[in-house]
């Protein structure tokens, strides 16, 4: 796992995240198994073509500290980075590392969630 001082940085605005290596499949199914983390990935995901959505972006219905504890498993996990750019801390789905190391894997869990919604008649993950 990359640390700020692992990598000499002495930034406390560096956070880790796994190496592509060390990013392990069951890590990655348990971040997705939560409603609120598939919520966001799902939104991620939509707005792939942007630079990064801030964590004030998602409207989850939870506490802010559980909303960070959602955020910081998704990051550890190796489903999402997380960047500051100045005071804000941007969120961008790490698609190419998972595409690589679990081809088809999030398209599949993101159509899946996509056919739930459909067949539970409403929209319960998505935003």
Same mark, same amino acid.
């Given at each position: 796992?990359?640390?700020a001082? *692992?990598?000499?940085?002495?930034?406390? +605005?560096?956070? =880790?995240? #796994?190496? #592509? &290596?060390? $990013? +392990?499949?069951?890590?990655? /199914?348990?971040?997705? =198994? %939560?409603?609120? +983390?598939? +919520?966001? $990935?799902? @939104?991620?995901?939509?707005? @792939?073509?942007?630079? &990064?959505l801030?964590?004030?972006?998602?409207? /989850?219905?939870?506490?802010?500290?559980?909303?960070?504890?959602?955020?910081?498993?998704?990051? @550890?996990?190796?489903?999402?980075? !997380?960047?500051?750019?100045?005071?804000?801390?941007?969120? $961008?789905?790490?698609?190419?590392?998972?595409? *690589? /190391?679990? #081809?088809?894997? /999030? %398209?599949? $869990?993101?159509? *899946? *969630?996509?056919? !739930?919604?459909?067949?539970?008649?409403?929209? #319960?993950?998505?935003?």
């Amino acid at each position: 796992m990359t640390t700020a001082a *692992a990598t000499g940085s002495a930034s406390s +605005r560096t956070l =880790a995240h #796994p190496e #592509p &290596g060390d $990013v +392990r499949l069951e890590n990655v /199914l348990h971040a997705l =198994a %939560d409603p609120m +983390r598939m +919520r966001v $990935v799902r @939104e991620l995901a939509r707005e @792939e073509g942007a630079a &990064g959505l801030s964590c004030s972006y998602f409207a /989850l219905p939870v506490t802010k500290s559980t909303c960070t504890h959602h955020f910081r498993v998704l990051r @550890e996990s190796g489903v999402i980075r !997380q960047i500051y750019r100045g005071t804000t801390k941007l969120n $961008v789905l790490r698609r190419d590392d998972l595409d *690589a /190391l679990f #081809p088809g894997l /999030l %398209d599949s $869990v993101l159509d *899946a *969630a996509t056919r !739930q919604d459909t067949r539970l008649g409403g929209s #319960p993950t998505a935003s």
